[in-house]
């Protein structure tokens, strides 16, 4: 007959045991998990590469950086940003483009603008800051059209074409936007080339930069995964 205290002694070593056991089963856990973590970093990485890569290569050619060499086309797309920076002050990126879109319509290389660009409240209107500028800087109001449902690049670059008619058109904006809206464009059927407007300095331009190298991975799923469309189009408007 055993004793208490041996009754006492197997029931700790059997805690042990398991103690041990699940200390080995968190400690591979947690290796799996980190080579999980490992290699979808490097998969992550690779993809914004090929991304980057595939919608560079493919466009580089399409890019131009002066007004004169750009081929006459009928409209050229301005695509919208936000006038004014969320601390105040004038947004450089739309300072720039409505520079560019001056240039190219002043150097008689298009007949219209189309100004493509967020309008989803009220208090904010993107295609109108751009009219408002445009006829500022001396582009006739009836040579500015607007379209106030581009709420993203590739609701702008398939509206021009679905709503707008234009299946040749010039995209206007930094580079770095051109490229990817360009890769759409190629890969809906459409002709399009870009006029680039100066690229903004510092820490600014570094922020979105990184926020390209992601948008490009989501553009090449909507291109060939999702096959995605505008979130609205709506009746044809001429551009006349």
Known sequence: MSSPGCGVDGSEQSRSVGSKANKRRLILAVKYAAITLKFSIIFFLLLVFYADSAIRNQTNSLVFSDANDVPVHRVALLLGTAPYQSHGGRNPFFSHRIDAAVALFNAGKVEFILASGDNRHVSYNEPVAMRNELIRRGVPAERIVLDYAGFRTLDSIIRTREVFGQERFVVISQRFHIERALYIAENAGMQAVGFRARDVDGQAM????????????KALADVHLFRASPRFLGDPIPIE
């Open 206 to 217: 570094m922020r979105v930069q990184v926020r390209e190298y992601l948008a490009r991975v």
